[in-house]
């Protein structure tokens, strides 16, 4: 059972690259989500997508933009890489539908992709 | 601005004794607290979870406590062993806003055998 798989593991981009990270779950989870971890910071919200065929934005979209692809695929694009955004990115899904009022579900994370940007 | 803090990046310990991981949060909305552990090159792993209606979780080793009135919450893990050397996230959300998570900023356990 992969569960959560993240590809590439790593990448190092010149300023001003494109980019996809690719991001697909086996679990036939309905909610999906990516984050980045920075060094003295938590993990923070980039997108989701609470189902197949929505994506939103999190707490720190600026820079990114994602395709829910279909229910197992949620891709997340750098259309200019910058500096800024050197970071590990994780994406994660979970059971159920993510909005007001809908029971919590634990987020199962993927191994993280770790992208240097010159 | 930190909704979710962890003021201790790093927490020595001996084998077979008690770990304490803190946690403080400052959204009075938040309903539902997790906490994550992390290996190296690893993605986090859901290990407990705490809704706050409970003020104590526990499964196997590894139990949560919640004290909302303070807006706290820590894990204990007793007894400590090796394999739980790691990095701990705790993580935050409110149901009436949409569930998103907000994560503190990672304790580092080093289990000393």
């Known amino acids: 059972n992969a569960g959560v798989t993240q590809t590439p593991k790593f990448q190092v981009l010149k300023t001003g690259q494109s980019m996809t990270l690719q991001c697909a779950q086996d679990?036939?989870?309905?909610?999906m989500y990516w984050y980045r971890q920075d060094p003295g910071m938590g993990l923070r919200l980039i997108y989701y997508s609470a189902s197949e065929g929505t994506t939103d934005k999190g707490e720190v979209p600026n820079g990114y933009n994602v395709s829910r692809l279909n229910k197992r695929e949620f891709s997340l694009r750098l259309e200019s890489a910058a500096p800024s955004q050197t970071s590990v990115y994780f994406c994660?899904?979970?059971?159920?539908?993510w909005g007001p009022g809908q029971r919590t579900q634990p987020q199962h994370f993927g191994d993280g992709t770790r992208l240097s940007i010159l | 601005d930190q909704q979710v803090k962890q003021n201790s990046p790093s927490l020595s310990v001996q084998e077979g004794r008690i770990s304490i991981l803190n946690c403080d949060y400052t959204n009075s909305m938040f309903d539902y607290f997790l906490w994550y552990k992390k290996y190296p090159a690893e993605g986090p792993t859901f290990l407990i979870s705490?809704?706050?209606?409970?003020d104590k979780n526990e499964d196997g080793r590894f139990t949560v406590f919640l004290n909302k009135s303070a807006k706290h919450l820590s894990l204990h893990i007793v007894p400590s062993q090796p394999g739980d050397s790691a990095v701990y996230f705790c993580?935050?959300?409110?149901?009436?806003?949409?569930?998103?998570?907000?994560f503190g900023t990672g304790t580092s356990l080093t289990v000393i055998p």
């Open positions: 705490i809704s706050s209606i409970k």
């Open positions: 993580a935050a959300s409110a149901s009436n806003t949409g569930n998103q998570f907000y």
């Open positions: 679990m036939n989870h309905n909610s």
């Open positions: 994660a899904s979970s059971e159920g539908f």
